[in-house]
T-cell receptor
Framework: GAVVSQHPSWVICKSGTSVKIECRSL??????MFWYRQFPKQSLMLMAT?????????EQGVEKDKFLINHASLTLSTLTVTSAHPEDSSFYIC??????????????FGPGTRLLVL | GQQVMQIPQYQHVQEGEDFTTYCNSS?????IQWYKQRPGGHPVFLIQ?????EVKKQKRLTFQFGEAKKNSSLHITATQTTDVGTYFC???????????FGTGTRLLVSP
């Protein structure tokens, strides 16, 4: 149980285009989803926290107009990188938590999406 | 700010040797989690520690949470080549929902 999927796993796009990444909780309802970015040989950096039906909370330094997050249902969150540039090339990973007391919750991570912007 | 540091950044051991990575937080944590990320893969949850002074074991892995809930360690006994990867701790700060990942320790095990 507690499987999170991401689609696509790989995406290559031209500079200036927009890319949408989907994150789905397959066998549980995700009250909260998180989006991370990881550059090569670095740690995971939280970009935003997304609660179903409400606006995402972005971390300091993350442009909300560039990284659009939608959490329209309890099983799906999307991250859209708008007008992507080469510096946006990274490994984007989502995670999800289920209903319950936060301090007892585990984040279940998706397999990640590698974005390469040419 | 909320920061979680890990040491060492990198360690190369011979198979059979022990390995320890240490995690330190700037402030008290609500809980701490440990993840393993294989090269090219995504973080995989290993364990969560909640109580002050807690110690948990998973086969050759021993996890500890400090009494002050500001530090933690992961010890691997008799490493194997399958232990290769980057180990991250991730802390939850009291009153906050998010995980703050540590800087990670990359482990390389030679046969």
């Amino acid at each position: 149980g507690a499987v999170v999927s991401q689609h696509p796993s790989w995406v290559i796009c031209k500079s200036g285009t927009s890319v949408k990444i989907e994150c789905r909780s397959l066998d549980f309802q995700a009250t909260t989803m998180f989006w991370y970015r990881q550059f090569p040989k670095q740690s995971l950096m939280l970009m935003a926290t997304s609660n179903e039906g409400s606006k995402a909370t972005y971390e300091q330094g993350v442009e909300k107009d560039k990284f659009l997050i939608n959490h329209a249902s309890l099983t799906l969150s999307t991250l859209t990188v708008t007008s992507a540039h080469p510096e946006d090339s990274s490994f984007y990973i989502c995670s999800a938590t289920a209903h319950g007391t936060w301090t007892e919750e585990t984040q279940y991570f998706g397999p990640g999406t590698r974005l390469l912007v040419l | 700010g909320q920061q979680v540091m890990q040491i060492p950044q990198y360690q190369h051991v011979q198979e059979g040797e022990d390995f320890t990575t240490y995690c330190n937080s700037s402030t008290t944590l609500s809980n701490i989690q440990w993840y393993k990320q294989r090269p090219g893969g995504h973080p995989v949850f290993l364990i969560q520690l909640v109580k002050s002074g807690e110690v948990k074991k998973q086969k050759r892995l021993t996890f500890q949470f400090g009494e002050a809930k500001k530090n933690s360690s992961l010890h691997i006994t008799a490493t194997q080549t399958t232990d290769v990867g980057t180990y991250f701790c991730a802390g939850v700060f009291s009153g906050f929902q998010k995980l703050v990942f540590g800087t990670g320790t990359r482990l390389l095990v030679s046969p």
